[in-house]
Each structure stands twice: as C-alpha cells, then as structure tokens.
C-alpha cells in the first residue's frame, strides 16, 4: 500500500524556517516523483516544487525560488522541503503527493500549471502557518 506521511509544519514568524518532511512507503524510488503542493482554504491547490527520483532533477514555481529547497533521501525514501525566509503568504496546508510514472524520468517532474492530476497519492497534510 502507497503511503506518504508529512510532518515539520508549524507556526514561525516571518522570515523563519521549517523544514517538511515526507516519509514514503509501499513503491521504489526508481522512478517517478515525488511534489509539494499547497492549499489556503478557498483557493485552489498550488504546486510548490518537486524532485524526480531517476536523476535528482527539480522545479520551483516562481514564488519560492531562492528560498525553499527540495531534496530527497533515497535509502530513507523521505523527500525533504527546506522553507527559508518564510512569508505570511506561504500559510497553507502542505500536502506531498507520488507520480509513479516513469513520465519524469523522461520529461522531468512539474507542478504547474493544475499538474495535481499527475500525482495520484496524496498524504494526510501538515500547516505551515508564517505570522506577520
């Protein structure tokens, strides 16, 4: 059975840091990839970032890039989400989702735009939540 955990959400003022976590289980990380997407209530869900097992390649949507961090400990089979210089507009729920595909290890992993139905499994979600 496919399963993704996430964990590391919180509440950090402005500026801060958190690092999310995303435990996987039940497939390889031979192929396929592994996203973040995140939610405010109201608004749909946005792709974050993501990492493609095969070559360790990644993408950033335009917001965060320079100031989160993807990686991936393949032994562990956790994907890691480093926050850095954290906004008030970051507050979401995070959620990390699997593409079991081999479609990254030929075209790269994405998370935009609305490339939510390329991942089909879902974790539970943890909240960041950046105070003014």
């Known amino acids: 059975e496919v399963q993704l955990v996430e964990s590391g959400g919180g509440l950090v003022h402005a500026g801060g840091s958190l690092r999310l976590s995303c435990a996987a289980s039940?497939?390889?990380?031979?192929?396929?990839?592994i996203a973040w997407f995140r939610q405010v209530p109201g608004k749909e869900r946005e792709g974050v970032s993501c990492i493609s097992h095969s070559d360790g390649s990644t993408y950033y949507i335009n917001s965060v890039k320079g100031r989160f961090t993807v990686s991936s400990d393949n032994a562990e089979k956790t994907v890691y989400l480093q926050m850095d210089s954290l906004k008030p507009e970051d507050t979401a729920v995070y959620y990390c989702?699997?593409?079991?595909?081999?479609?990254?290890?030929?075209?790269?992993?994405?998370?935009?735009?609305?490339?939510?139905?390329?991942?089909?499994?879902w974790g539970q979600g943890t909240q960041v939540t950046v105070s003014s």
């Open positions: 989702a699997a593409d079991l595909t081999t479609l990254p290890s030929v075209y790269g992993c994405i998370v935009e735009p609305n490339a939510s139905e390329l991942y089909g499994h």
């Open positions: 039940g497939f390889t990380f031979d192929d396929g990839a």
